[in-house]
């Protein structure tokens, strides 16, 4: 009995935490396009410097979410009153690093299909 009590307050738990958990929204490269058109948003690409000196999405910002100082930076160079538009290769990484940003209180939107997703539709990248 005191091993059934202890599984069921266990569940109720997890639940409860996972309820708490926020989901990041994604967007399509379109619905990203006219976000980003917008003075408010913070633009910023998640990919190496090296990926990022391939191609950008105009006025993005670059760090680098596979570095360990990660947050330290996007702290340091974000608003956290201004929602961030967030994007990487795939889509993978960013929706990473959105997570890591909304956990840290940040307002975040993640590009669905990443700067491939952003090419394949059409959009510009600036190449540096």
Known sequence: ????????????????????????????????HSLIQRDSVQLVDVRTAE???????????????????????????LVKSRPIAVYCRSGKRSLNAAK??????????NLKGGIIGWTSAGFPVDKE
Not at 5 to 11: E, I, P
């Open 1 to 32: 009995m005191k091993n059934l009590l202890m599984l069921l307050l266990s569940v109720v738990g997890f639940q409860v935490s996972a309820c708490g958990q926020k989901t990041v929204p994604e967007m399509d490269a379109a619905q990203f």
């Open 51 to 77: 990926e990022y000196a391939e191609g950008k999405i105009h006025g993005a910002l670059n760090i680098n979410v596979l570095e360990s100082n990660f947050m330290t930076k996007a702290e340091k160079l």
């Open 100 to 109: 890591r940003l909304l956990a840290a209180g940040f307002d975040v939107i």
